[in-house]
Structures are given as C-alpha cells and as structure tokens.
C-alpha cells in the first residue's frame, strides 16, 4: 500500500488524493458526446471511470466503435438505396441529398446505440 501525503489547508490536513494519471489523447466528436453524457446522466459509471484510470481508454473505444459502425451503416444504406458513383456522375445534387441523408439516419442511429445508452 502506498504511503498517504497530507497538505495544510487553513488549519485542517487533507490527504493529497488524485486519481491515476491517463496519457492525453485527442478525443473526437462521440467520445466528448459520450463523456458529457456519462457526466450527466451515468455519474457513478463516470466516476469508476476515472479515479481507475481507464475513462480515456473507454471513450477511445466509444469513438472507434462509433466510427466504423457510422462507416457500415452508411455504405448498407448506400447500397439499399441504390446511391452509387454512377448517380453521382449523372446527378451529383440529387447524390449529396441522398448522401446527406444517408448520414443523418446513420448518425442517429450511432448516437442512440453507443453514445447516449
């Protein structure tokens, strides 16, 4: 067990806790939705979280997981609907509505499987 340091403050002696130190990384969009989320909503899962040291390696999965699943969904959806680079070289304003589209339902989706459950 590791020895416990104290500080002074205004008379009283208060341990000098910190939770364990996570390297820094670049958190993406749906890591920081998920993270604001767990704040709010999941506070016990959020704190576990982060006084063991594993919130970042989490949220970092949380945006992997999110970003191949928005990758799937979009191409599935591409194909069922018939959007290919042929209707993008015939009709490239009807091509980027439908892709638009595509992305919107897909984001959705993502965001109400893994980012806010």
């Known amino acids: 067990?590791?020895?416990?340091?104290?500080?002074?403050?205004?008379?009283?002696?208060?341990?000098?806790?910190?939770?364990?130190?996570?390297p820094e990384i670049h958190?993406?969009?749906?890591?920081?939705?998920h993270r604001k989320f767990l704040k709010q909503?999941?506070?016990?899962t959020y704190t576990n979280l982060l006084t063991s040291g594993r919130l970042n390696q989490h949220l970092m999965e949380v945006e992997?997981?999110?970003?191949?699943?928005m990758e799937?969904?979009?191409s599935d959806m591409?194909?069922?609907?018939?959007?290919?680079?042929?209707?993008k070289a015939c009709d490239q304003m009807k091509?980027?509505?439908l892709m638009n589209n595509i992305r919107q339902s897909a984001e959705e989706v993502v965001l109400n499987e893994l980012i806010y459950s």
Do not use: C, D
């Not at 020895?3 to 806790?17: A, C, D, F, M, V």
């Open 41 to 44: 909503h999941r506070r016990v």
């Open 78 to 87: 591409a194909k069922s609907l018939g959007v290919t680079e042929e209707l």
């Open 64 to 69: 992997q997981t999110a970003l191949s699943r």
């Open 95 to 97: 091509w980027v509505g």
């Open 1 to 22: 067990m590791t020895k416990i340091t104290y500080r002074t403050e205004n008379g009283y002696r208060l341990p000098n806790l910190l939770p364990p130190q996570e």
């Open 27 to 33: 958190l993406g969009k749906y890591a920081l939705l």
């Open 72 to 74: 799937q969904i979009t």
